[in-house]
């Protein structure tokens, strides 16, 4: 079992950049799929970014892609999110998940495949 926290998030204004951490306890994180969803007020949770470290691949949604990126550190047992040139419509809350390592390259995107999640951070992007 692993345990995720996220941290990094903030207030912002637009073209900013802000780089979010999720931080694994319990097992080694790059025998995961790790993926980052967000939730907007009001909205559902939807798909931002996933690794497959296995695979040596990472994933984007298309909202996303040029602006965020995704990364880990094995020796700090951490993933990170990079977003550069946020936009208003980025405001939400960031949850960092963990899912199989053999989840696809088609389930990396679906939340329902990702067993371990963390508590969330909320980013705000001022217009």
């Known amino acids: 079992q692993v345990q995720l926290v996220e941290s990094g998030g903030g207030l912002v204004q637009a073209g900013d950049s802000l780089r979010l951490s999720c931080a694994a306890s319990?097992?080694?994180?790059?025998?995961?799929?790790v993926g980052w969803f967000r939730q907007a007020p009001g909205k559902e949770r939807e798909f931002v970014a996933a690794?497959?470290?296995?695979?040596?691949?990472?994933y984007y949604a298309d909202s996303v892609k040029g602006r965020f990126t995704i990364s880990g550190d094995n020796a700090k047992n951490t993933v990170y999110l990079q977003m550069t040139r946020l936009k208003s419509e980025d405001t939400a809350v960031y949850y960092c998940?963990?899912?199989?390592?053999?989840?696809?390259?088609?389930?990396?995107?679906?939340?329902?495949?990702?067993?371990?999640w963390g508590q969330g951070t909320q980013v705000t992007v001022s217009s």
């Open positions: 319990g097992r080694t994180l790059s025998t995961y799929a």
């Open positions: 998940a963990a899912a199989p390592r053999w989840t696809s390259s088609v389930e990396v995107t679906k939340e329902q495949k990702y067993d371990y």
């Open positions: 690794i497959r470290w296995t695979a040596g691949m990472t």
